[in-house]
């Protein structure tokens, strides 16, 4: 029996590597025998760089970068024997990183995902994953525009401050200095997020308010966002900002498509690739995927999704297990999900599954197999 365990990280409580092999020993425990391959699985936001780290032979790369408010921040990156670079976005400009009472969608900054892209170029990558998903920023990609050598001036001719409010006193745009490695570096965005940059689908819109940007703050930075694309395609001679996924990240989505010709891939499908999840699948008896919850967003390209889609075409059943079950998650029974089942034995507080996350997958994956293995005829 080869069963393949794919599952993405469940947040604040572990990673996807973690995940897999909790799910993997109580594999081991209902069946001994059987081949377990392991998988981690991102869609490219929080948690992608390590399920990279986790899943294939790649290198560790750690570099100090600004956080969203321009603070010190220790960032992580892989790099892949092909010099396939991956870095997300989040590790350097996420929410997570920044207190509820500190979040200020006005002048958060994408430079230090700028200064991860300019480390991946001088190690030698020559195509650049970007997981983008989880972030505090709503800056158009400005700032890491800027931290590539693209310089943002006011009328006086002096750089903007950062931030996506800043950009209402944008005035020029001069590229000069922007790295020219770009041009030569394949760019693939991994991101489940569709929107443009402005408008009431828009950034601003859709997930500044979750950055902690007011209703007025939202019209603010999507009157700046649009000042900002007028400038740019002034410059380029093209307007991405309805692009699809230019939204995704507070903008940065934009300032890839617009200046580094950059391809959109949904990200459940992107780190699967990396990590050969179709080959592995090929053969298998069963596939068990996961995350922390389970709900009608995942359809929207989380990674169970992905992952069921791809045991899907290879024939494989599917079954998903996660911390919690809300509303829409049986849509997933129409996309290769066998069975989808919650990760809490009885009452229990969210901080008690949290410190227990470990032992609870490990029973449910033993409860799982036990269950398929007895419906198996003998």
């Known amino acids: 029996m080869k069963i393949v365990i794919a599952p993405d990280s469940f947040k604040e409580s572990l990673s996807a590597p973690e995940v897999a092999a909790a799910l993997a020993r109580g594999v081991k425990r209902a069946a001994p025998l059987a081949q377990i391959i392991c998988i981690p699985m991102a869609d490219g936001g929080e948690g992608t760089v390590q399920a990279v780290l986790g899943a294939t032979q790649s290198e560790r790369h750690s570099h100090l970068v600004q956080n969203a408010l321009g603070q010190p921040i ?3 990156w892989a790099l892949l024997p092909n010099q396939t670079a991956v870095i997300e976005m989040a590790t350097a400009a996420g929410l997570e990183h920044i207190c ?6 006005l002048r958060a900054t994408t430079y230090g995902v700028g200064q991860l892209i300019k480390q991946a170029l001088d190690a ?12 505090a920023t709503n800056d158009g990609g400005a700032g890491m525009l800027c931290a590539l050598g693209l310089r943002l001036l006011d009328a006086q001719h002096q750089p903007i401050a950062p931030g996506g409010a800043a950009l209402a006193t944008l005035a020029h745009v001069e590229a000069g200095e922007l790295d020219p490695r770009l041009q030569q570096t394949k760019i693939t965005i991994a991101s489940d997020v569709n929107n443009p940059l402005c408008g009431p689908r828009g950034a601003s819109a859709i997930f500044g308010p979750q950055k902690g940007a007011s209703p007025e703050q939202v019209q603010q930075l999507d009157a700046a966002l649009s000042h900002f694309a007028d400038l740019c395609a002034q ?7 309805d692009a699809p996924g230019s939204g995704a990240a507070g903008g940065v989505g934009f300032a890839a498509h617009a200046w580094m010709q950059a391809t959109f891939r949904p990200g459940a499908a992107v780190i699967a690739e990396i990590g050969g999840l179709a080959q592995a699948v090929e053969g298998a008896t069963l596939v068990l995927t996961g995350e922390g919850r389970l709900d009608a967003q995942t359809l929207l390209g989380k990674t169970p999704m992905g992952v069921a889609q791809i045991a899907k075409r290879a024939g494989v059943p599917a079954i998903a297990i996660a911390g919690s079950l809300g509303s829409g998650y049986q849509g997933l029974y129409h996309e290769g999900i066998e069975a989808a089942f919650s990760l809490v034995s009885g009452p229990m507080t969210l901080a008690q599954a949290c410190a227990n996350v470990s032992s609870l997958l490990e029973d449910r994956a033993e409860d799982v197999i036990r269950l398929w293995l007895a419906a198996k005829p003998h």
């Not at 509820?100 to 969608?105: I, L, S």
């Open 100 to 105: 509820v009472t500190e979040r200020d969608a």
């Open 74 to 76: 220790r960032a992580q």
């Open 235 to 241: 410059h380029l001679g093209h307007d991405r900002r």
């Open 124 to 135: 030698g990558a020559r195509h650049i994953v970007l997981g983008l998903g989880g972030s």
